[in-house]
Antibody, heavy 122, light 107 residues
Framework: EVQLVQSGAEVKKPGESLKISCKAT????????IGWVRQMPGKGLEWMGI????????TSSPSFHGQVTFSVDKSINTAYLHWTTLKASDTAIYYC???????????????WGQGTLVIVSS | EIVLTQSPAALSLSPGERATLSCRAS??????LAWYQQRRGQAPRLLIY???NRATGIPARFSGSGSGADFTLTITSLEPEDFAIYYC?????????FGQGTRLDLK
């Protein structure tokens, strides 16, 4: 069974750094792109970017370019989302997800983590 | 960036009724459209991929149709657990984008 287990909720201050994690089990971690999705309070889903654990190739959506960093540790089947300088507007639930892509085109998501709530407040 | 517009924004129906949700793209996305369901307080889950393919374990009352720029998610005979928010997502162009969601409410 594919499972993505994310790290727990975080409460941080503006200007602080943060790294949240997503541990994958039940499939070959290096063969599927991992996507990250943001959901701000009471709002819809926003695709942040994707990373391929096999070679750490990553692509960000323009809205998130330069704002976050995606990384993986293949030795422990874990993906990370990293901020160097948090802002109050980063308050949201962040989902990691396994993606699939049949044929051409970019991927869709076939399995989701449970989400990590990040609260940034002074 | 491809904009996906979902309609209606909210829909109030009763169990047993049929729900028809629409997703319109600002340009053609071929058949590269997925639908997700998000129940309150839960992570989303995949319902339909590539316009009309049901994901593993999804009941047959969920079906997707369309191609190009106009897509429909149909739920025949609503069950109590179907009242949730539904999102479409295109994977034709980068950045991948979601629609703003349709909230399906219990009448």
């Amino acid at each position: 069974e594919v499972q993505l287990v994310q790290s727990g909720a975080e409460v941080k201050k503006p200007g602080e750094s943060l790294k949240i994690s997503c541990k994958a089990t039940g499939y070959s971690f290096t063969r599927y792109w991992i996507g990250w999705v943001r959901q701000m309070p009471g709002k819809g889903l926003e695709w942040m970017g994707i990373i391929f654990p096999g070679d750490s190739q990553a692509t960000s959506s323009p809205s998130f370019h330069g704002q976050v960093t995606f990384s993986v540790d293949k030795s422990i089947n874990t993906a990370y989302l990293h901020w160097t300088t948090l802002k109050a507007s980063d308050t949201a639930i962040y989902y990691c997800a396994r993606t699939q892509s049949y044929g051409s085109g970019w991927p869709f998501i076939d399995s989701w983590g449970q989400g990590t709530l990040v609260i940034v407040s002074s | 960036e491809i904009v996906l517009t979902q309609s209606p924004a909210a829909l109030s129906l009763s169990p047993g009724e049929r729900a028809t949700l629409s997703c319109r793209a600002s340009q053609s996305v071929s058949s590269y459209l997925a639908w997700y369901q998000q129940r309150r307080g839960q992570a989303p889950r995949l319902l339909i991929y590539d316009a009309s393919n049901r994901a593993t374990g999804i009941p047959a009352r969920f079906s997707g149709s369309g191609s190009g720029a106009d897509f429909t998610l149909t739920i025949t005979s609503l069950e109590p657990e179907d009242f949730a928010i539904y999102y479409c997502q295109q994977r034709y162009n980068w950045p991948v984008t979601f629609g703003q969601g349709t909230r399906l409410d219990l009448k």
